[in-house]
């Protein structure tokens, strides 16, 4: 009789998944799967409200990376009216990169709950610490100081979203064709020099470097578990600059494979003529692939970890994420690293990147100018338009269109999490075969290595199928074939 | 003529035949409004500034002043009534303030905080008025209207005199409309003084949008309390 060993929901993880391992007679895996059994529709919703309300309203599909479905949708404005990139129209200086410092501290404010908040208490407690234990209160009771810091590096992250969004959450900035504001030179001086509470540029920069610090102390201690937990392949895709290095804002979708071999780059307005989105029965969450390369080579990798081993360079501008870069692809001898948990890694690289990105934008005058959008002429009204910009979490696309009366007809969203669909069903079954296979018993510790292998990812599962976000305690069942329940573990 | 009322046991002295509603606003003290505005004929419509007259609850802006009024304001029945009236209005249609432009200049959304509302104690209608959009430069989004009838009666064909907006219907089933030929007749200065004049989020001025970031937008700048005490609105 066939088992079944069902992880509901996953914890530390936004929104709500479950995990069903099926064991055979000999409890040999014979698959595992991650389902997504929530449905929220602000595709549906959007329609019918005015255009230009989509940043704000869609925005409102995740309390985490709100500022990316903002300025994805922003992007997607200014294609509809018209001036935006695919009309060949260059975006003016100020507005583009008040969103940019805006997507930057974003960045930063997500990875830094991520890694610290969820990521942090496995490398710092180990995998089979505790649960009591292994969390952020664990963290404040070992090593209060550390947790102090990152408090006020997540807070400074806020803070920069406030500046440019008028909002911790959820705020207005962008308006079609641009912004609805600059930056002050006494706004962008509170951010150098530090102010009550918030810490200068300098700190902010040792405070990020401290992230790679950590992973490297788990790296070493752990090396073989870590390079061996979880190394699936897929291809890698993100957003590129004419160098052909990550830019998080715009640019072409650039897809590699593990030599680094560019098999696709195009203009992401053309997405849908090169990705196919394949369907199941057991998860609302959609598993979109390479329609040239088929479902098992053309899936693809987002986030922290396909960008990384995407880019070649950061560049002279941002030399502590250069030298962080360079003894990562050192490490993985130049190859594409397959490894979920250098995702970690990844991501702490990108912590300190965002803030270098960061301190150049701040001394940059452009973000003063008064020069806020571009006003298009009624010809130039397409009503069409397609966003993508490089999510915390990766590459993130959001489609719409509009009547002439400016109405949403349409609305499609391609979250990134979505987007690491397969790869993440490909990292439960990796991590069961190597944890689950051959026991007879579910112990903590796999449980939680299933768990560490979905949050490499740091899935927004509730904007994947655009449900609520939450967090919930974790159940296992182990159910048979016929769907009785055998066994039954709850924390 | 010179008279005196009393006001929450102040007395005060005034001219016979001004608007309660106003002698209150020179005297420092607040009472809310939603169809009243300062120097336009009253509308009466909204009931938001009731207060208590001589033992009786009454809209203060249809209420001319008399010698020896004893006019009660800031009292817990009084507000209590005054923030009721406030959240039928939000019960009656469909608001979500977070993605809505008119966040911030918004008269209902700060009659909202003035009275310290929180919730709607009144079940959501969530009324369904579909929205109309065909004008050039105005947007109705129906479900926000509160029928105050400002722009009815205050906005007008500058040729010919005649309304552009009307209501339709009665009861639950009223909506605001706009003739289209009129309304396309209109210049960006008349769209935008429609939308300006409407108090909450239903007549939208399609050239708009966000214009103004967090924190510089009307209310941010200056409360609708203040702004009202001056004698500005
Ligand atoms: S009209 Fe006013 S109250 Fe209604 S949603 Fe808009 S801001 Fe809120
Ligand atoms: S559209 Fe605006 S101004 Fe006109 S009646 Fe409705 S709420 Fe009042
Ligand atoms: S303000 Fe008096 S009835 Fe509306």
């Known amino acids: 009789m066939g088992k079944k060993l069902v992880i509901d929901p996953v914890t530390r993880v936004e929104g709500h998944g479950k995990v069903t391992v099926q064991l055979d007679d000999e409890n040999n895996i014979i698959g595992a799967r991650l389902h997504v059994v929530e449905f929220r529709g602000f595709e549906k919703f959007v329609q019918g409200h005015p255009y230009w309300e989509a940043p704000m309203f869609l925005q409102r599909i995740c309390g985490i990376c709100f500022v990316s479905h903002h300025l994805c949708g922003a992007k997607v404005l200014d294609d509809m009216i018209g001036v935006g990139y695919a009309q060949g129209v260059e975006m003016l200086p100020t507005p583009e990169k008040v969103r940019r410092l805006g ?115 788990f790296h070493e201690e752990n090396r073989e578990q870590v390079d061996r937990f979880a190394d699936v392949p897929a291809l890698n895709m993100c957003l590129v600059d004419a160098e052909g290095n990550v830019d998080y804002y715009h640019g072409k979708m650039r897809i590699t494979d593990e030599d680094k071999n560019i098999i696709e780059e195009f203009d992401y307005h053309d997405y849908m003529d090169y990705f196919a989105e394949a369907t199941e029965e057991w998860s609302y969450m959609k598993f979109p692939y390479l329609k040239k390369y088929g479902r098992e080579k053309g899936s693809v990798r987002v986030g922290p970890l396909a960008r990384v081993n995407n880019t070649k360079a950061y560049g002279k501008a941002t030399p502590l994420a250069q030298i962080a870069l360079e003894r990562f692809h050192v490490y993985n001898n130049g190859k594409a690293s397959n490894k979920t948990l250098h995702t970690n890694w990844a991501r702490a690289i990108e912590i300190l990147h965002s803030v270098e990105l960061i301190k150049n934008l701040l001394g940059d005058p452009d973000l003063q100018k008064e020069e806020l959008k571009i006003t298009p002429t009624k010809e130039q009204w397409t009503g069409d338009g397609i966003g993508v910009v490089e999510a915390p979490r990766g590459t993130l696309l959001h489609h719409y269109r509009a009547n002439k009366n400016g109405e949403i007809t349409f609305c499609n969203l391609v979250v990134s999490t979505t987007q690491n669909n397969t790869v993440m069903n490909r990292t439960v079954l990796a991590v069961a075969q190597e944890y689950i296979g051959g026991q007879n018993e579910i112990t903590e510790g796999m449980m939680n290595a299933i768990e560490v292998g979905i949050r490499a990812y740091d899935p927004c599962l509730s904007c994947a199928t655009h449900a609520t976000a939450g967090t919930m305690p974790l159940d296992v069942q182990v159910i048979d074939s016929k769907g009785n329940l055998l066994d039954s573990k709850k924390r | 003529m010179s008279i005196t009322i009393t006001i929450d046991n102040k007395e005060i002295k005034t001219d016979i035949g001004a608007t309660l509603i106003d002698v209150a606003a020179d005297n420092g003290i607040f009472i809310p409004r939603l169809c009243y505005m300062r120097g336009k004929p009253c509308l009466g419509t909204c009931r938001v500034c009731s207060v208590k007259v001589n033992g009786w609850m009454a809209a203060s802006c249809t209420i001319p002043v008399q010698d020896g009024m004893i006019v009660e304001v800031d009292t817990s029945e009084v507000k209590d009534i005054q923030k009721a009236l406030v959240e039928t209005l939000f019960s009656e249609g469909t608001h979500n303030c977070p993605s809505c432009e008119k966040s911030g200049r918004c008269d209902l959304q700060a009659m909202g905080y003035e009275t310290d509302m929180m919730v709607s104690r009144f079940p959501y209608r969530f009324t369904e008025r579909n929205k109309e959009n065909a004008a050039n430069l105005i947007w109705l989004e129906r479900d926000r209207c509160i029928f105050c009838q400002r722009c009815v009666n205050f906005i007008q064909d500058e040729e010919t005199g005649q309304k552009i907006f009307s209501i339709s219907g009665r009861g639950p089933s009223s909506r605001i409309e706009i003739d289209k030929e009129l309304a396309d007749k209109m210049n960006k200065k008349q769209a935008r003084a429609a939308s300006d004049i409407c108090p909450v989020g239903c007549i939208i001025d399609k050239e708009r949008g966000y214009d103004h970031a967090m924190g510089v937008r009307k209310y941010d700048i200056t409360s609708i309390r203040e702004r009202i005490l001056k004698g500005e609105q």
Do not use: C
């Open chain 1, 103 to 217: 997507h930057y501290f974003q960045q930063l404010q997500s990875h830094v709950t991520a890694y610290y908040y969820l990521i942090a208490p496995e490398m710092i407690f180990g995998m089979d610490a505790a649960p009591e234990k292994r969390n952020i209160l664990g963290l404040i009771e070992e090593n209060p100081e550390m947790v102090k810091r990152v408090v006020a590096l997540r807070k400074w992250g806020q803070e920069g979203i406030k500046l440019v969004m008028g909002k911790k959450m959820h705020g207005i900035a962008s308006v079609p064709g641009g912004v609805n504001h600059n930056v002050t030179q006494e706004q962008i001086d509170r951010f150098l020099d530090g102010d009550d509470g918030l810490l200068d540029i300098d700190t902010v920069i040792k405070y990020a470097s401290e992230a790679l610090d950590v992973f490297y102390k």
